[in-house]
């Protein structure tokens, strides 16, 4: 069974830095994509950052220049550096990633971010 689990979510100023952390399940040989996603109260989810097995990165344009994505294959982690936080950067944060091979896709459950003005 494969899990995913965000951490580092909480309330913070705006202006001010977050860093969420996902744990994939040890078992997963190879992840192919690994990435964020947000959703606010009323919208739809959408991309924040992915990352590729071979680094590459992207990310939505109103993320790019403060947030940064990163991984550990060794330890199945994904990252994300969320700095200069804005209050609309407010939303339940989900991993997600793809695994090589099957290209099978998983969601994690979420972490709360909320960003005070």
């Known amino acids: 069974q494969v899990q995913l689990v965000e951490s580092g979510g909480g309330l913070v100023q705006a202006g001010g830095s977050l860093r969420l952390s996902c744990a994939a399940s040890r078992s997963i040989f190879s992840i192919n994509i690994m990435g964020w996603y947000r959703q606010a109260p009323g919208n739809q989810r959408e991309l924040v950052a992915i990352i590729t097995s071979g680094g590459s990165t992207n990310y939505a344009n109103s993320v790019k220049g403060r947030f940064t994505i990163s991984r550990d294959d060794a330890e199945k982690m994904v990252y994300l550096q969320m700095n200069s936080l804005k209050p609309e950067d407010t939303a339940v944060y989900y991993c997600?990633?793809?695994?090589?091979?099957?290209?099978?896709?998983?969601w994690g459950r979420g972490t709360q971010v909320t960003v005070s003005s």
């Open positions: 997600n990633i793809i695994v090589s091979g099957s290209l099978r896709s998983y």
